[in-house]
């Protein structure tokens, strides 16, 4: 495989899938549940990006940033010390924590701001849950000279107060949101509610493969670069395609990244790791795709965590990027096909692989990667030697460090 | 099945054409904050001149409302309120009003959670004239239009400033009972209406449908709801009305000030209609 045929926008990976349709549907998932004054901006911003997809120059202009701002391609890394370790499968690592503000966010937040510029709006809005998509959000804003607000839950704010002071120094405004459970979900109302009311000069750079159409499939595109190079380094460092992928899921913008690519490649088992919080039985989790059902919410039809009377309930999870009671439609649609499987971890597990890669590898991994991660670490012992599994490492854990800390009662 | 209430709307509708009056449609939150106090609420509503009820059915995460409306869905669901009850609610409503008609204004999720069939059978046996999904646009209502319909319920969408002239025509096609014309961009209880912008706006969906037009998103006083009458057949008031019921000390003393409010906008409508009668 070639360096330019890996760098195609317009995904020709041999997917099977030519989802979503015209109308932004997966199967029964998707489409666009918005209220009127929403329908005319996304059809522009659908048609913009449309232009964008089909413009040789917008793509290597996207292209040379991933590779000289955020520094792609991520390495492939073989975890040989933890492989031998676990005693099974061989893991390697999709190292998108090296990458410019330290996740997956920014290879997004790139080809969002790069629309925005074309379509002439100065002003960026954005929600964020742990605060990697806010700052890569920021992050973007700065280099491109725009204005950007960033909406956070007031929970939120208060576990990741590093990566809000992170955004202030960027420039952009951060403001708590206090409504409903005062996390993501209520970050991304809030957003939602501030582009419907300035709608005529704010561009909104949703982080995750929800929202409405045209949002998932076009963070699903931008977030595609992760799985063609990944596929590539296989092919190139191993000789042959993975056995599995893994990737923790809370909207599920890495786990598509990765995953899509993949999707013609019938041999390679597609594991999504949702984050379980106390456990699954519980009930207080994070994991729709395991424990939910489907419904509407912010746009698309997807699962979601909701009671019996189609209220959405509140999540739980150590991580605040999976704390999300919702997840991307594409997503809803693999697991119902079958094309990829869903699993859940608690914040107990995710925490030992947190430190499982840290002590063996020297990567200090976020604490959403580590939901991946720890599922890899039950996953792997049961498996041959030759079997061979890439995770998504999607970001990395500094901004986690407090809060584990915490939990650990240690002060710092 | 009542035969006669899918054509309450109606109904009312040219009985105020025919006396040269606009309606007056108000909204307040199902169970806000009790059940039991919405149904003296609607009640004071109607003796205060409200000619259609809207009941908002409490939804988690309300995308499209204000503040005001969000606090009033949270206090709801605090009190335990559910899709369910809003409809037990309407059929004791219906016990003593069997005239005026009542439009649900919700998010989708907890229909679908119903199922679409259910719930319009079970809306139509309670009462219910129409039915306004917010996050429901007409692009992905078909399956849910074929239930309203067979139903008898009126499929209510709205228009906004940002629909153009072809999707006003495409709305107004699909939809039933009246068309509700957002009338800022923002959410509910956002920002003044430009009257003279909205008034260009109501006359441009009044040339492609013979549905009545609702204005609403932004009326807040008797002055701007009397300026609105003159161009549209109906106007919604929502958050002030909201408002009120968060700041009265007490659900008798929120009764009475409901029916005052609600009638000095329903006076302030029928002068400037008949001002512009006479002029």
């Known amino acids: 495989m070639n360096a330019s045929s890996d760098s195609q926008l317009n995904l020709a990976d041999a997917s099977p899938s030519s989802f979503p349709d015209a109308r932004g549907h997966f199967g029964p998932y998707g489409g666009k549940f918005v209220a009127e004054t929403l329908m005319a901006p996304l059809a522009e911003l659908e048609a913009a990006y449309r232009e964008c997809q089909a413009d040789p120059a917008f793509i290597a202009e996207f292209e040379r940033d991933l590779a000289h701002y955020v520094g792609r391609p991520s390495p492939l890394y073989h975890a040989e010390r933890w492989s031998r370790e676990l005693g099974g499968a061989q893991i390697y690592l999709k190292r998108e924590d090296l990458n410019h503000t330290g996740a997956h966010k920014i290879n997004n937040t790139i080809g969002q701001a790069l629309v925005a510029r074309r379509m002439g709006k100065r002003h960026i809005i954005a929600e964020t849950g742990a605060g990697q998509h806010g700052v890569a959000a920021a992050t973007v804003a700065a280099r491109f000279g725009m204005t950007c607000r960033v909406y956070m839950g007031a929970n939120d704010i208060q576990r990741q107060s590093l990566n809000v002071f992170r955004m202030k120094l960027l420039g952009a405004e951060v403001v708590p949101v206090t409504s409903g459970s005062k996390t993501l979900k209520d970050a991304l109302n809030e957003a939602l509610r501030d582009w419907v009311t300035n709608v005529d000069h704010t561009f909104y750079i949703i982080g995750t493969v929800a929202g409405p159409h045209p949002y998932p499939e076009m963070v699903r595109d931008f977030q595609c670069v992760i799985g063609r190079e990944t596929r590539a380094q296989c092919l190139a460092q191993i000789g042959r395609l993975p056995d599995s992928v893994l990737a923790c899921v809370g909207g599920g913008s890495n786990a598509i990244g990765i995953f899509h690519p993949f999707l013609g490649d019938t041999s390679v088992r597609l594991i999504g790791v949702e984050a379980g919080g106390d456990g699954v039985e519980t009930g207080r989790h994070s994991a729709p795709l395991s424990a939910g059902t489907p419904g509407v919410l912010h746009g698309n039809r997807t699962y979601l965590m909701q009671d019996g009377s189609g209220q959405i309930i509140e999540t739980h999870s150590i991580s605040a990027g999976l704390d999300y009671p919702g997840v991307g439609p594409e997503h809803a649609w693999l697991k119902d096909s079958g094309r990829a499987s869903y699993v859940a971890i608690t914040d107990e597990e995710a925490l030992k692989g947190f430190h499982a890669l840290t002590r063996l590898e020297g990567i200090i991994p976020a604490l959403e990667s580590s939901h991946a991660l720890a599922y890899a670490g039950k996953l792997a012992p049961t498996l041959p030697k030759d079997h061979i599994m890439v995770v998504n490492l999607s970001g990395r854990g500094d901004k986690d460090i407090p809060t584990v800390a915490t939990r650990e009662g240690i002060s710092i | ?279």
Do not use: W
């Open chain 2, 1 to 279: 099945m009542n035969t006669t209430h899918p054509y309450r709307i109606k109904a009312r509708f040219e009985t105020l054409a025919t006396q040269g009056q606009a309606a007056l449609v108000t909204f307040i939150t199902a169970g806000d904050p009790s059940a039991d106090a919405t149904l003296a609420y609607l009640q004071a509503l109607v003796r205060g001149g409200a000619d259609i009820l809207e009941l908002g059915v409490p939804f988690s995460d309300p995308m499209a409302d204000g503040p005001t409306i969000q606090r009033a869905s949270e206090r709801a669901l605090d009190g335990g309120m559910s899709l369910q009850k809003v409809l037990a609610l309407v059929t004791a409503f219906r016990v003593t009003d069997q005239r005026t008609p009542v439009v649900l204004m919700g998010y989708l999720n907890p229909i679908e959670r119903m199922g679409y069939h259910t719930f319009a059978t079970a809306a139509a046996k309670a009462g219910v004239d129409g039915v306004l999904v917010v996050d429901l646009p007409p692009e992905e209502a078909a399956e849910f239009h074929v239930e309203m319909l067979a139903a008898g319920l009126a499929q209510i969408f709205l228009l906004a400033p940002t629909s153009s002239a072809a999707r006003f025509a495409a709305v107004c096609r699909q939809a039933t009972g009246f068309v509700y014309y957002v009338s800022v961009k923002g959410v509910t209880g956002d920002k003044p209406v430009d009257v003279a912008e909205v008034t260009s706006r109501v006359a441009a969906i009044k040339s492609v449908t013979t549905l009545p037009v609702g204005v609403g998103f932004g009326v807040r006083t008797p002055a701007t709801a009397a300026a609105i009458a003159q161009a549209a057949d109906a106007v919604i008031v929502g958050s002030a009305l909201v408002e009120i019921i968060e700041q009265a000390s007490s659900e008798l003393a929120a009764t009475s000030a409901l029916e005052g409010f609600v009638r000095s906008l329903k006076d302030a409508m029928t002068g400037a209609r008949s001002a512009m009668g006479a002029s």
